[in-house]
């Protein structure tokens, strides 16, 4: 008797890692990846994995419509379900019992997706006070460049050659934008195999950014030794490798010798994620300017070894590195575990609050856990000068909260400093202040424990804010933190690193949003979310920032007085500019093979 249909369907490998799932209640990463970090199915079937729970609560919904089926693979039918109604090309490869049963269904399903479509869309607009749908900003994927294993010009001419169109970011070197397509994935693969290029999302790029090239002095070595940066919380060190290639950058734009070097050293508490880190360096930094350690941050000091720490110094020394090696330390990268509710490729996105007030037991314990880190990178390092703050989290509790917590915890010894390499980024931080005479407080939200409840405006102008629904990329949360005194040995910064527009590579535009097909109703919204006056911060009120009202607390979003150049004009209009001007550079440069094929 040959196989069953069901274990020679090209869905198969994405079933059986589904029911591993479900059956063991363990998630995706920790199935399909092996102790060493290799991933064991194909990139295929870890996409389709992703797909189905990404959009499982809707398939849930739609099971009900079919519940006749009675199917003894239940991963498979989720695959095949998904494939059929939400897949990209809305059918199933193949045959089999499953499949002739779905069809039989099929229109039935279309109706009902319909109908949970329009449900979820209302839903989320009585959550946030609205009437009307606006779209959300499409995210394209973004490519950075590995400079540390290739050359920036040759990989950028291989890109050129394989995808069209391709856009320059607007303020991350070395990071470029294509359309969010699976023949354009298909396409990067060769360079990614090869570590040339880094899928990266942009609001990732800017912790690593921020702490190279966001302040105005640059931190040197004391005593002529190595300059130390610390990536508190690294695996799975995309952060990491963008780090490293900053420095690298720095390392090689200096002299090299006293003083000039700089390191990296990494940390991560789970060995899991250290042997996955350590793998991921070992491809995409091959020089010796990242240093990996299984180590919990909490655990580490910069100060002298003391009692309390000898445990953690034993693990220190198992791992060939002693207590004066942190006592080197700089400048502290904390990117610390968060509730990722700005990640738009979250399988619960569904589930997701997307109010900036949200709390609950979760929220609180994480906000905890990052102010202990963020105090911690604050107090226990004496020649750190320097942290940069960051999470993919939308929570006011986990951001601005825990900023203002740490703030008045180290009575003013630290100061908030807005990252000079994101002038031009307009959302910034949020301001809490009281609005409502009555002293009564809101329902939903629990007084955070500072007595102002939050950044003054000034603050909050110095940190970075990211929206998903309007910035084309996660959301993200950036604040820059500098000590205040002149205890650590400082200089005027020079850094290398310019704004991409004053290095456009020939024939490149800035990326416009020419990828996001939302309605004109969204790209008003947008442009709207983003004007700018000529005073130096604009308050937008709660209606305008998606913000319910909250009894007698506020929200202000504070954004930059700086105008993009090109606001005036609508994306559409842009990018039908963008492909006309790309259009006439491909005839000419046709134009020329042709003429020098004659003269030749």
């Known amino acids: 008797m040959g196989p069953s249909s069901s274990q020679t369907s090209p869905y198969a490998p994405a079933a059986k890692i589904l029911n591993q799932i479900w059956s063991q209640r363990k998630g995706l990463k920790s199935v399909v990846y092996s102790s060493k970090g290799e991933l064991q199915c194909s990139r295929s079937t870890f996409a389709q994995c992703s797909h189905v729970l990404e959009h499982k609560d809707t398939l849930d919904k739609l099971m009900e419509e079919i519940s006749s089926i009675q199917a003894k693979n239940e991963g498979l039918l989720y695959v095949l379900l998904y494939e059929l109604v939400l897949g990209p090309n809305r059918s199933i490869k193949g045959g089999g019992s499953l499949k002739r049963q779905l069809m039989v269904h099929h229109e039935k399903l279309r109706k009902k997706l319909k109908q949970i479509q329009k449900l979820e869309d209302e839903a989320s607009l009585k959550s946030r006070g609205e009437t009307k749908l606006i779209p959300s900003t499409t995210i394209p994927r973004y490519v950075r460049i590995n400079t540390l294993v290739a050359d920036r010009e040759s990989v950028l001419q291989e890109l050129q050659a394989t995808i069209k169109p391709i856009f320059v970011d607007e303020h991350v070197p070395d990071l470029f934008v294509v359309e969010p397509t699976p023949e354009n994935r298909g396409l990067l693969q060769d360079l990614l195999m090869s570590n040339k290029i880094i899928l990266q999302d942009k609001s990732s790029c800017f912790s690593a950014l921020c702490l190279m090239c966001g302040f ?26 963008h780090l490293a290639a900053l420095v690298h950058e720095k390392n090689s734009s200096g002299k090299r010798g006293a003083g000039n070097f700089s390191v990296v050293h990494a940390l ?33 000091t910069g100060t002298e070894t003391s009692k309390k720490s000898k445990q953690a110094d034993t693990k220190r020394s198992k791992n060939n590195i002693d207590n004066t090696t942190f006592q080197k330390v700089r400048a502290i990268l904390l990117d610390p575990s968060c509730s990722g509710s700005g990640m738009t490729t979250n399988h619960t ?47 006011f509790q986990e951001n601005e909260g825990v900023v203002k917590r740490v703030l008045e915890a180290t009575g003013g010894e630290w100061k908030l400093v807005a990252p000079k390499c994101l002038d031009s980024w307009q959302r910034r931080g949020l301001v809490m202040e009281d609005e409502d005479e009555s002293g009564e407080e809101g329902a939903n939200i629990d007084p955070m424990p500072s007595p102002h409840n939050g950044l003054t405006p000034d603050q909050a102008k110095c940190c970075i804010r990211v929206d998903p629904n309007h910035d084309a990329t996660n959301g993200f949360f950036v604040a820059c933190l500098e000590r205040k005194n002149d205890n650590v040995k400082k200089r005027k910064a020079h850094s290398t690193w310019k704004a991409p527009i004053a290095n456009l ?85 046709e134009r020329l093979k042709r003429k020098q094929a004659k003269e030749t």
């Open 216 to 241: 105005d002095t640059e931190i040197v070595s004391v005593s002529d030794e190595e300059c130390v940066y610390l990536d508190a919380c690294a695996a799975p060190g995309n952060k990491t490798s």
């Open 268 to 300: 991560d508490k789970s060995a899991d994620r250290y042997k996955l880190l350590k793998r991921r360096m070992g491809e995409l930094v091959p020089q010796e300017i990242v240093k990996c350690h299984n180590l919990d941050f909490l655990e580490t």
């Open 349 to 395: 996105e569904k589930s997701v609050s997307r109010d900036p007030f949200f709390c609950d037991d979760r929220i609180k314990s994480l906000s905890d856990f990052q102010y202990k880190a963020l105090l911690h990178a604050t107090t226990n390092f004496p020649s750190v000068n320097r942290v940069v703050y960051s999470t993919c989290s939308l929570y």
């Open 505 to 589: 590579p020939g024939g490149l535009e800035l990326y416009r949003n020419e990828f996001d097909h939302s309605h004109k109703e969204g790209n008003a919204a947008n442009e709207e979310g983003n004007v700018a006056t000529k005073g130096p911060v604009i308050s937008v009120k709660d209606e305008e920032t998606n913000a319910p009202k909250r009894g007698k607390r506020k929200a202000e979003a504070i954004v930059s007085s700086e105008k993009s150049s090109n606001s005036g004009l609508s994306s559409k209009k842009r990018a039908k500019k963008l492909e006309w001007k790309r259009q006439q550079r491909l005839k000419k440069e």
